[in-house]
């Protein structure tokens, strides 16, 4: 049975994980280099209770996980925050992302956020649908801003809007 939850702090071993197969394996993060424990923790510190993190379990094992981090550290960005999610690949096509974004989504609207704004890059279609059907709209596309596995990438911009 699939949980969703506020992620703990004992939760980073698997976090780290998940986000480690998704920078070896995908363009979903620009990140190149694995993270270390001591890089996610310091990360992780870093949320609370208007940038919560929640984790995916299916049967007591963690599969995927989803943040809201500050979007910047200047003062009128304060009720905007940046979406990632991350599901183990194995886990992938289970209705888990979709579970989880749900999730992360009411969790920033109960934090009082005013905007969310997903990065996602080019050729990632399943997610720019994944979020256009939790009302996510477009809002521009950087062009070649990313390097990855030899290749410039596009990100797409998406943002969504709560409604007061």
């Known amino acids: 049975m ?3 939850r506020q992620a703990k702090l004992e939760d980073i071993v698997a976090i780290t994980d998940i986000y ?4 070896l394996k995908t363009v979903a993060t620009f990140d190149t280099k694995i993270k270390t424990l001591d890089e996610q923790k310091s990360w992780f510190l870093h949320h609370g209770p208007k940038n919560p993190i929640l984790v995916a379990e299916q049967d007591d094992v963690i599969v ?3 943040s809201l981090s500050e979007w910047s550290d200047r003062c009128a960005y304060s009720d905007t ?3 990632s999610l991350y599901i183990l690949e194995k886990n992938q096509g289970k209705g888990i992302g979709r579970k989880l974004l749900e999730a992360i989504i009411q969790e920033g609207k109960k ?5 969310v704004i997903a990065r ?3 050729g990632n279609e399943t997610s720019v649908h994944l979020h256009e ?4 709209f477009h809002i521009g ?3 070649e801003v990313g390097l990855k596995f030899d290749k410039r990438l596009d990100v797409y911009l998406m943002q969504k809007i709560y409604k007061s």
Request: avoid cysteine; aromatic fraction near 8%; glycine fraction near 10%.
């Open 2 to 4: 699939l949980k969703i």
């Open 20 to 23: 480690n197969e998704a920078i």
């Open 64 to 66: 995927g996980w989803a």
């Open 81 to 83: 925050a940046e979406l």
């Open 111 to 115: 934090a009082g956020l005013h905007t």
């Open 120 to 122: 996602i890059t080019e």
């Open 133 to 136: 059907s939790v009302g996510f």
């Open 141 to 143: 596309i950087m062009r």
